[in-house]
């Protein structure tokens, strides 16, 4: 089996990327081969600062690793370092019907967040249809906000498949049901550019304010507190026992705490929780050289894969 999932170096990584996307991407490492990149092309659809670009790809590289990614089982790599991807979302670009990128939610909901229409956000789930099929990926583990790319990318393998025979695999996408949406601090999808982030890596102050931020209504500290009006307990779930999220929903419904009492827990579970990695990413920084020795041996193995896929597809098509 070949996993295959990518993450934007568009700022720094947040608890909804970690959840829904690295934690099982990591453990899914250890099922078969896997592929992990960092989309810097599909990061230039928002950003235009080359320092910024180069400096986060760095550090989700960096973010990654301290998180648990294995480079001896999983390679991580640039999508930059594989150029022939975008060839490959050429090529699929013109057996795309418009209809189809009309259709995607995420680039509406881009515009009118107030990213600019540019043909490449357009077209962006083509080029992610090209870095799941270049690598003849079988599972895409991924947060709900992806599953729609993927379900296009499935739509554009078959297409492809029936215009020039049967070329490229068609992947599943794998979406854990308890992590596929986590909430930011305002309740909605937690997402770099909503500005409502609890970042993994944040300082210890830091990560305190954010998690005291967590909007609430205004019930009186004495009267019950229904535990999905707020994130609160669905975040507490995620760092916490069955047992402990269900004391604290017990002690949301009883009464008799303030919403400054749950945050002040939510913050020590996530502070412990994520404690293992940033220790492992001090370890980490002390070796100045490791990171580019990850990277540069990802994108060596996943070169290798897709030039094979890229030669079957430039000779089904007619360019060799
Ligand atoms: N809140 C979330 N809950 C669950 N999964 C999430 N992911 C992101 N936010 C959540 C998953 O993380 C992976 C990488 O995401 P990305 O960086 O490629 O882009 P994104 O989904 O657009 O993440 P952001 O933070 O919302 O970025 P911006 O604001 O730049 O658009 C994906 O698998 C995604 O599902």
């Not at 025979?165 to 305002?186: F, M, W, Y």
């Not at 004495?222 to 402990?244: G, M, R, T, W």
């Amino acid at each position: 089996m070949r996993i295959l999932s990518g993450i934007q170096p568009s700022g720094v990584l947040h608890i909804g990327n970690y959840f829904g996307m690295m934690r099982p991407a990591i453990v899914l490492q250890a099922e078969g081969e896997a592929l992990y990149f960092i989309a810097d092309y599909h990061a230039l659809t928002s950003l235009r600062a080359p320092a910024a670009l180069r400096e986060n790809s760095r550090r989700v590289a960096l973010d990654f690793l301290a998180c648990g990614l294995d480079p001896a089982r999983a390679a991580l790599f640039r999508q930059s370092d594989v150029p022939q991807v975008t060839e490959l979302a050429w090529i699929l670009s013109t057996v795309t019907p418009k209809g189809l990128l009309e259709r995607a939610h995420s680039y509406k909901d881009k515009v009118a967040r107030g990213l600019a229409a540019s043909a490449g956000l357009f077209s962006y789930p083509v080029l992610m249809a090209a870095d799941i099929l270049i690598y003849d990926s079988d599972v895409v583990p991924v947060g709900r906000d992806q599953k729609q790319h993927v379900e296009v990318t499935r739509d554009l393998a078959i297409k492809m498949n029936e215009t020039f025979g049967e070329i490229l695999k068609l992947p599943e996408p794998r979406i854990h049901a308890q992590t596929a949406t986590v909430p930011g601090l305002d309740g909605q999808k937690m997402s770099k550019s909503y500005g409502n982030t609890i970042d993994i890596f944040a300082e210890e102050n830091e990560m305190r304010k954010r998690v005291m931020s967590i909007v609430t209504d205004s019930t009186p500290v004495e009267a019950p507190k229904n535990p999905d009006a707020s994130p609160i307990c669905q975040l507490f779930s995620l760092v916490a026992s069955p047992e402990e999220t269900a004391a604290l929903r017990a002690a949301f419904a009883k009464g008799g705490s303030g919403y400054g009492d749950f945050k002040k827990q939510l913050f020590v579970r996530l502070w412990e929780f994520f404690a293992p990695m940033r220790q492992r990413r001090n370890e980490i920084l002390a070796q100045p050289d490791y990171i580019d020795a990850v990277l540069a041996q990802g994108a060596a193995r996943a070169n290798a894969i897709a030039d094979g896929v890229m030669a079957r597809v430039r000779t089904a098509v007619g360019l060799r």
